[in-house]
């Protein structure tokens, strides 16, 4: 999920310690926002200072994994209580288990309990909540469907586990640096984005022809979200698509990353903030519990759309994916007084002879809706495919070109192929377009636009306990801390 904001203006960099209002002058939404940023910032730094990457209080030590005597080998217990992970407050708030987390929605045929050696680590993140997630945020003094107020930034966590394969098992003592090493290496090169509108365009080929000026033509400003549908490997110009990359090896030891395919990725022009909540689902038949604002902030014929819910929102985060993100379907009939809004296939199928996606429905508990993506691929429907060093158009003179970080390796020891960037599904990167310069705002360096990483989402992890194989005990792997005495006088 994502919200209607106009920008992100915060930037760690510039070491701003408060934002300063002042006398008539207009107040924005990125200015209340970057003082909550500048805070966070500050309070979160502190706390990981003080207590390093991951520590609970010896109070309430949270995240404690355990056994459970009357089933061992089929679920784990979670204790309650609070862990702080790089300087984020992560809470469970009653005790629970690995399939019955409240946020984990676990299946327990495609990720259980392993028999062997396994880690027990923990990931946190911060999700957008609306008043689709939370009714309880929408003001009813406004009227029962009247406009909604600020969004919520909500720290979602997972317990998740990993089985180490025969040649791996680190041991009990070696883990966490396993775990560090692991993570590091998973996303690395990390897939970078660059963007612009006001540039110098090529020169025409017939030079009778005058090329216009290359800017952002949009009627009105805009923010752009690029992010990225399926996690994979960028690819370079001329391949054909399907190329799978294998992993390299790393030093002594194995790099156990799956093989890559080739990402994809999709984009908005209202930073993905287009959604509207589902009643019911009937095959590619979508009832909405209500209609978007305005016509311009809904769906017609042609459009393509997402349907996601809390389970598979949060299954974005996983490092290695279980499941296929939800297809990108195109709009084929709206009917407005019965709210439904007919899909191309049904969204519960998956591709032809492939892993059907996690299956969204009309439960009500996990807030169903629609997201709308504003791109346009060739052939009516999906996602686009991420290739590198390349400039992409999206619309109105933007465009975006993904890469890798220029001392990046070779994909493989003596060749001189450059090693392509991996992306994570859910990688987004923020492109505010405005009309008075006709340009985006995008950091520039001595080439020109920036290839930065992703804006997010970033991922907070604490490696919690080391399990042995069998019914054996685990080993705890968090540091646990007192508070302080009190002052003296």
Same mark, same amino acid.
């Given at each position: 999920?994502?919200?209607?904001?106009?920008?992100?203006?915060?930037?760690?960099?510039?070491?701003?310690?408060?934002?300063?209002?002042?006398?008539?002058?207009?107040?924005?939404?990125?200015?209340?926002?970057?003082?909550?940023?500048?805070?966070?910032?500050?309070?979160?730094?502190?706390?990981?200072?003080?207590?390093?990457?991951?520590?609970?209080?010896?109070?309430?030590?949270?995240?404690?994994?355990?056994?459970?005597?009357?089933?061992?080998?089929?679920?784990?217990?979670?204790?309650?209580?609070?862990?702080?992970?790089?300087?984020?407050?992560?809470?469970?708030?009653?005790?629970?288990?690995? %399939?019955?987390? @409240?946020? /984990?929605?676990?299946?327990?045929?495609?990720?259980?309990? +392993? $028999?062997? !050696? *396994?880690? &027990?680590?923990?990931?946190?993140?911060?999700?957008?909540?609306?008043?689709?997630?939370?009714?309880?945020?929408?003001?009813?003094?406004?009227?029962?469907?009247?406009?909604?107020?600020?969004?919520?930034?909500?720290?979602?966590?997972?317990?998740?586990?990993?089985?180490?394969?025969?040649?791996?098992?680190?041991?009990?003592?070696?883990?966490?640096?396993?775990?560090?090493?692991?993570?590091?290496? %998973?996303?690395? @090169?990390? /897939?970078?984005?660059?963007?612009?509108?006001?540039?110098? +365009? $090529?020169? !025409? *080929?017939? &030079?009778?022809?005058?090329?216009?000026?290359?800017?952002?033509?949009?009627?009105?400003?805009?923010?752009?979200?690029?992010?990225?549908?399926?996690?994979?490997?960028?690819?370079?110009?001329?391949?054909?698509?399907?190329?799978?990359?294998?992993?390299?090896?790393?030093?002594?030891?194995?790099?156990?990353?799956?093989?890559?395919?080739?990402?994809?990725?999709?984009?908005?022009?209202?930073?993905?903030?287009?959604?509207?909540?589902?009643?019911?689902?009937?095959?590619?038949?979508?009832?909405?519990?209500?209609?978007?604002?305005?016509?311009?902030?809904?769906?017609?014929?042609?459009?393509?759309?997402?349907?996601?819910?809390?389970?598979?929102?949060?299954?974005?985060?996983?490092?290695?994916?279980?499941?296929?993100?939800?297809?990108?379907?195109?709009?084929?009939?709206?009917?407005?007084?019965?709210?439904?809004?007919?899909?191309?296939?049904?969204?519960?199928?998956?591709?032809?002879?492939?892993?059907?996606?996690?299956?969204?429905?009309?439960?009500?508990?996990?807030?169903?809706?629609?997201?709308?993506?504003?791109?346009?691929?060739?052939?009516?429907?999906?996602?686009?495919?991420?290739?590198?060093?390349?400039?992409?158009?999206?619309?109105?003179?933007?465009?975006?070109?993904?890469?890798?970080?220029?001392?990046?390796?070779?994909?493989?020891?003596?060749?001189?192929?450059?090693?392509?960037?991996?992306?994570?599904?859910?990688?987004?990167?923020?492109?505010?377009?405005?009309?008075?310069?006709?340009?985006?705002?995008?950091?520039?360096?001595?080439?020109?636009?920036?290839?930065?990483?992703?804006?997010?989402?970033?991922?907070?992890?604490?490696?919690?306990?080391?399990?042995?194989?069998?019914?054996?005990?685990?080993?705890?792997?968090?540091?646990?801390?007192?508070?302080?005495?009190?002052?003296?006088?």
């Amino acid at each position: 999920m994502s919200v209607d904001i106009s920008r992100v203006s915060f930037d760690p960099l510039k070491h701003y310690s408060r934002i300063v209002h002042q006398q008539g002058r207009v107040t924005l939404d990125a200015d209340a926002n970057e003082q909550t940023a500048v805070l966070l910032h500050y309070l979160r730094t502190v706390v990981a200072d003080v207590l390093g990457p991951a520590a609970a209080p010896l109070g309430a030590p949270g995240f404690t994994v355990t056994r459970i005597a009357r089933d061992p080998d089929r679920d784990l217990a979670i204790g309650a209580g609070r862990l702080y992970v790089d300087g984020v407050l992560v809470e469970n708030d009653a005790p629970t288990t690995y %399939l019955t987390q @409240p946020e /984990g929605y676990v299946d327990p045929e495609t990720a259980p309990v +392993p $028999e062997g !050696p *396994a880690l &027990a680590y923990l990931r946190a993140w911060e999700r957008d909540i609306t008043v689709i997630q939370d009714p309880a945020i929408r003001e009813i003094a406004l009227g029962g469907h009247g406009p909604d107020t600020a969004a919520r930034a909500k720290v979602v966590w997972q317990v998740a586990l990993h089985a180490f394969g025969e040649q791996e098992d680190p041991g009990g003592a070696e883990a966490t640096v396993w775990f560090r090493s692991w993570l590091d290496g %998973l996303y690395a @090169p990390r /897939g970078l984005l660059a963007a612009r509108a006001l540039h110098e +365009p $090529e020169a !025409p *080929a017939d &030079a009778c022809v005058t090329a216009p000026r290359a800017r952002f033509r949009g009627p009105e400003n805009q923010l752009y979200r690029v992010q990225i549908h399926t996690s994979g490997v960028g690819a370079f110009p001329g391949d054909d698509g399907r190329r799978v990359v294998r992993p390299r090896r790393r030093g002594a030891g194995r790099d156990l990353r799956p093989e890559a395919p080739q990402a994809t990725f999709v984009w908005s022009r209202e930073n993905a903030s287009v959604a509207l909540p589902v009643a019911s689902v009937a095959g590619p038949v979508v009832t909405l519990a209500s209609w978007g604002r305005d016509h311009r902030l809904g769906v017609d014929v042609g459009d393509l759309v997402e349907l996601v819910d809390d389970a598979t929102a949060v299954h974005a985060a996983d490092e290695v994916p279980g499941t296929p993100p939800q297809r990108v379907h195109r709009v084929v009939a709206v009917d407005v007084p019965g709210r439904t809004v007919t899909l191309d296939a049904d969204p519960g199928a998956g591709p032809p002879g492939g892993r059907p996606p996690l299956g969204v429905g009309g439960d009500p508990e996990l807030h169903p809706y629609l997201r709308r993506w504003d791109h346009r691929p060739q052939g009516g429907a999906g996602a686009l495919p991420v290739v590198l060093d390349t400039w992409i158009a999206l619309e109105d003179g933007v465009e975006v070109r993904f890469g890798v970080p220029q001392d990046c390796g070779p994909a493989r020891e003596g060749s001189g192929e450059r090693a392509p960037g991996r992306f994570r599904r859910g990688d987004h990167w923020l492109v505010p377009a405005r009309t008075v310069p006709g340009d985006v705002v995008w950091p520039q360096d001595e080439e020109g636009p920036a290839a930065v990483a992703p804006h997010g989402v970033v991922y907070h992890y604490a490696p919690l306990a080391y399990l042995p194989g069998g019914a054996g005990d685990p080993v705890p792997l968090v540091a646990r801390f007192a508070p302080l005495p009190p002052a003296a006088g």
